[in-house]
């Protein structure tokens, strides 16, 4: 019985030991070519914020280093998509040393808790927080009933 429980012990140390180097090597490929793993090719870049103020909606994305000229946002229904890309800052003729914000490109939808008005859709940038101002239309706001 011993015997079986050392097996194991050393089945998962194995595995310990391969994970911990793996990790060891994405972050060395991180360090080396200057991608971010973590960054913006995540599903979920940028980070946001949904808030429901009763008569609209808004969602404030983190977009550091991006411009309001680098940014799409689209939304239709209850459908909110923000696509933007993250240019190179190099000066042209130069070569890099070091690449640690990388050119990259991002695509990130919802789908929202309810249908927002297009029309009347605000939004703005502020030291690198876009913010979205989406009134719901009046189908969509909730009424007050009087009982009597």
């Known amino acids: 019985m011993r015997t079986r429980i050392s097996e194991f012990d050393r089945l998962f140390g194995s595995m310990d030991l391969l994970r911990n180097r793996m990790n060891?090597?994405?972050a060395d490929f991180d360090r080396l070519y200057?991608?971010?793993l973590q960054g913006m090719w995540r599903e979920d870049y940028p980070p946001t914020n949904l808030y429901d103020f009763g008569d609209r909606l808004e969602i404030r994305a983190m977009v550091p280093?991006?411009?309001?000229?680098d940014l799409n946002v689209k939304i239709q229904g209850?459908?909110?998509?923000?696509?933007?890309?993250?240019?190179?800052d190099a000066p042209e003729g130069y070569e890099a040393h070091r690449v640690e914000r990388p050119t990259?490109?991002?695509?990130?939808s919802f789908t929202l808790p309810c249908d927002v008005d297009a029309d009347?859709?605000?939004?703005h940038m502020k030291n690198g927080m876009l913010t979205l101002i989406m009134p719901k239309p009046e189908a969509a706001k909730p009424k007050q009933i009087a009982i009597s």
Do not use: P
């Not at 280093?65 to 000229?69: F, K, S, W």
């Not at 209850?78 to 190179?88: A, D």
């Open 34 to 36: 200057g991608g971010d």
């Open 120 to 123: 009347r859709v605000e939004a």
């Open 65 to 69: 280093g991006l411009n309001r000229e």
């Open 78 to 88: 209850n459908y909110l998509e923000i696509n933007g890309t993250r240019k190179s």
């Open 24 to 26: 060891r090597l994405f």
């Open 104 to 108: 990259a490109t991002f695509s990130r």
